[in-house]
């Protein structure tokens, strides 16, 4: 069985870099088990493309961690273009929600010196939608899966500035550090604009995507794994 890591693609080539290393980290988790990328913009091969090539039982796991337009319409379409050469494909659901997720934030984290303490804040900040379900979902796995040993934890969008704004307001009152990461798996254009904003409001920012970590190869894993 193939699988294929389904991204979203961009201009900026760390992107494409950070969901290689996704694709080398279960390579190396999977031994024999052949990995392929597809894109569903800017980066190649596109779905039509490698749909082509791909034969036989292939499952393709979506590399979004917020629900967006992309999971309810792109995907759908990449999967008919994906079993254009005859292949059968059978779709994941994508990696959010799931608590992995956060364990990868941890990672990130701990690379950049941050340990567990009550006095750290920390604030994710992801891409965002229009209709506001990329925020509900990260509410919602902050509130199910809280983590332990740290102060408070909240998600925004970059639709919402100000709650960053307030963030660094209310952790400077209560005496805490607030530090700020891009709820992204690849470094790109949405990393640079949360670390931006970050900047912006004075608080520390913790730089890298999540695709870099052990828990997301694991969430890939897991969500390539027949039930």
């Known amino acids: 069985m193939t699988t294929v890591l389904l991204a979203h693609g961009s201009p900026d080539p760390r992107h494409r870099q950070g969901i290689e290393a996704v694709a080398d980290g279960l390579r190396s988790a999977r031994p024999g088990t052949p990995v ?11 779905a039509a493309v490698l749909g082509r090539e791909l034969t036989g039982e292939v499952v393709v ?3 979004l961690i917020t629900p967006a ?5 792109d995907v759908p379409r990449a999967a008919r273009e994906l079993a254009t050469g005859g292949a059968q494909v059978r779709v994941t659901d994508p990696l959010a929600p799931h608590p ?4 990868a934030v941890v990672e990130r984290l701990a690379s950049a010196g941050h340990a567990p303490d009550p006095g750290t804040d920390v604030m994710l900040v992801a891409g965002g939608s229009s209709d506001g379900t990329a925020r509900r979902s990260l509410d919602e796995l902050l509130v ?15 639709r919402e500035p100000e709650v960053v704004a307030e963030a660094v307001g209310q952790a400077a009152q209560a005496g805490h550090r607030l530090v700020v990461l891009a709820f992204t798996l690849a470094e790109g254009v949405l990393h640079d604009a949360a670390e931006r904003l970050a900047g912006e409001h004075g608080a520390d920012f913790v730089r890298g995507g999540l695709g870099r970590t052990r828990s997301v190869v694991e969430l890939v894993a897991l969500r390539a794994t027949p039930a």
């Open 144 to 158: 199910d899966h809280p983590r332990p040993g740290w102060g408070r934890w909240r998600g925004t969008t970059l």
């Open 100 to 103: 992995l997720l956060l364990d």
């Open 61 to 63: 796991v979506p590399m």
């Open 69 to 73: 337009y992309h999971a309810r319409t």
């Open 36 to 46: 392929r990328l597809a894109y569903l913009e800017t980066d190649e091969p596109s």
